[in-house]
């Protein structure tokens, strides 16, 4: 892997890259493919395809990829337990289910003091059996990727399924939209991303990380990192314990004193378009290849020239996916989703913008 698509802002990061290593692009024509699962035993790969509805499998031994699971509630994170069975948050079934070895599907957790949960996110599972998961509500805060619907709870929080009783704690109360979490490699502690920034600027976008008794209860919560770019999402840690978290312009690691980050930049994709101060703008956030793009329009902008908004955004849009990703523009499909100004938020972090007037 060549020097243009990392940097080091340590030194220990450098015995890290393997200049022979590269990116394989193992599927593309998902709408937002998230939290992936690796069975080891039967060498395949499993994923969530959130507002497609679906589950995908990579096998790794031909290189096919299939349906897994369709409808699949707007799946979202996923993890195994440690009887190797499929643990996995539904937004659109507002529960955490396991996938049994026979594949029956059981719900671990749909309730909490009984109210609905919001949308359960991400989840992890410790050494002792009990499952930890974070519950925001990005799944009924639209119809994108879930069911909108209010709050029964009215609040975003972080839960613990006993492994005996199957009773359900709210063990982290203080966050304004938990998201991606993980156990350090001693179990000791607890890392959870907020990605509150979401529904406004003012909110977190960092990493905090928790203490973690042996009988499960949290104490502490300081903040680990703030996002550099973007907003952390899913993460995990290698077995030195160093954190390997998603951003919006790549991988980002952090050692596990928390001092030094490094980062991994994939730059050949180009996501997602939103409105500005009265003007359209194009964040080229390079990630992975994919010529097929999503534009949310936001309805209020759009209401008065519909289809006049939209030749115009498609045209310059395209033009520079193309640039970005040396695709022939006849390969770049454009593809237009209404949604209210309300239901979402970009942060500011670009790294090249286009400016439309309305």
Same mark, same amino acid.
């Given at each position: 892997?060549?020097?243009q698509?990392?940097?080091?802002?340590?030194?220990?990061f450098g015995r890290l890259v393997?200049g022979?290593?590269?990116?394989?692009?193992?599927?593309?024509g998902?709408?937002?493919?998230?939290?992936?699962?690796?069975f080891?035993?039967?060498?395949?790969?499993?994923?969530?395809d959130?507002?497609n509805?679906?589950?995908?499998?990579?096998?790794?031994?031909?290189?096919?990829?299939?349906v897994?699971?369709?409808?699949?509630q707007?799946?979202?994170g996923?993890?195994?337990?440690?009887?190797?069975r499929?643990?996995?948050?539904?937004h659109g079934?507002?529960?955490?289910?396991?996938?049994?070895?026979?594949?029956?599907?059981?719900t671990l957790?749909?309730?909490?003091?009984?109210k609905?949960?919001?949308?359960?996110?991400?989840v992890?599972?410790?050494s002792d059996?009990?499952?930890?998961? #974070?519950?925001?509500a990005?799944?009924?805060?639209?119809?994108? $990727?879930?069911?909108?619907? $209010?709050?029964?709870?009215?609040?975003c929080?972080?839960y613990?399924?006993?492994?005996?009783?199957?009773?359900? $704690?709210?063990?982290?109360?203080?966050?304004?939209?938990?998201?991606?979490?993980?156990?350090s490699?001693?179990?000791?502690?607890?890392y959870?991303?907020?990605?509150?920034?979401t529904?406004g600027?003012?909110?977190?976008?960092?990493?905090?990380?928790?203490?973690v008794s042996?009988?499960?209860k949290?104490?502490?919560?300081?903040?680990?990192?703030?996002?550099?770019?973007?907003l952390f999402?899913g993460?995990?840690l290698?077995?030195?314990?160093?954190?390997w #978290?998603?951003?919006?312009?790549g991988i980002?690691?952090?050692?596990?004193?928390?001092?030094a980050?490094?980062a991994?930049?994939?730059?050949?994709?180009?996501?997602?378009?939103?409105?500005a101060h009265?003007?359209?703008r194009?964040?080229?956030l390079?990630?992975?290849?994919m010529?097929?793009v999503?534009?949310r329009?936001?309805?209020?902008?759009?209401?008065?020239?519909p289809k006049?908004?939209?030749?115009?955004?498609?045209?310059?849009?395209?033009?520079?996916?193309?640039?970005?990703?040396?695709?022939?523009?006849?390969?770049?499909?454009?593809?237009?989703?209404?949604?209210?100004?309300?239901?979402?938020?970009?942060g500011?972090?670009?790294?090249?913008?286009?400016?439309?007037?309305?």
């Open positions: 892997m060549t020097s698509y990392y940097e080091i802002f340590d030194a220990r393997n022979n290593a590269h990116v394989d692009k193992l599927f593309t998902c709408r937002w493919a998230e939290s992936p699962v690796y080891a035993a039967g060498r395949y790969l499993v994923w969530s959130i507002p509805e679906r589950m995908l499998r990579y096998d790794e031994t031909d290189g096919s990829v299939s897994f699971r369709q409808p699949a707007n799946s979202n996923n993890t195994t337990d440690r009887e190797g499929l643990i996995t948050c539904e079934g507002r529960r955490v289910s396991r996938t049994e070895h026979d594949g029956s599907i059981t957790a749909d309730k909490w003091r009984g609905r949960l919001n949308s359960p996110n991400d992890v599972v410790r059996g009990s499952i930890w998961f #974070t519950d925001p990005y799944g009924i805060d639209t119809d994108y $990727e879930g069911n909108k619907a $209010e709050s029964e709870i009215g609040a929080h972080v613990r399924i006993d492994p005996k009783s199957g009773e359900i $704690e709210a063990v982290i109360t203080d966050m304004v939209r938990p998201n991606g979490l993980a156990f490699v001693d179990e000791k502690l607890l959870v991303v907020d990605t509150g920034r529904h600027p003012q909110n977190p976008a960092h990493m905090r990380v928790f203490k042996d009988k499960g949290v104490s502490g919560g300081e903040v680990f990192a703030d996002c550099t770019a973007g999402d993460f995990r290698d077995t030195d314990g160093r954190i #978290t998603s951003a919006a312009d980002h690691c952090y050692e596990p004193d928390g001092k980050q490094h991994l930049y994939l730059r050949n994709d180009v996501a997602l378009c939103r409105p009265g003007q359209w194009k964040n080229l390079r990630r992975t290849s010529p097929f999503n534009i329009i936001v309805k209020e902008v759009i209401a008065s020239d006049g908004k939209k030749a115009e955004i498609s045209k310059a849009v395209t033009a520079a996916i193309a640039k970005a990703t040396g695709l022939a523009q006849s390969d770049v499909w454009v593809v237009f989703e209404e949604v209210a100004a309300r239901d979402w938020y970009v500011e972090t670009d790294v090249e913008t286009i400016r439309l007037k309305k």
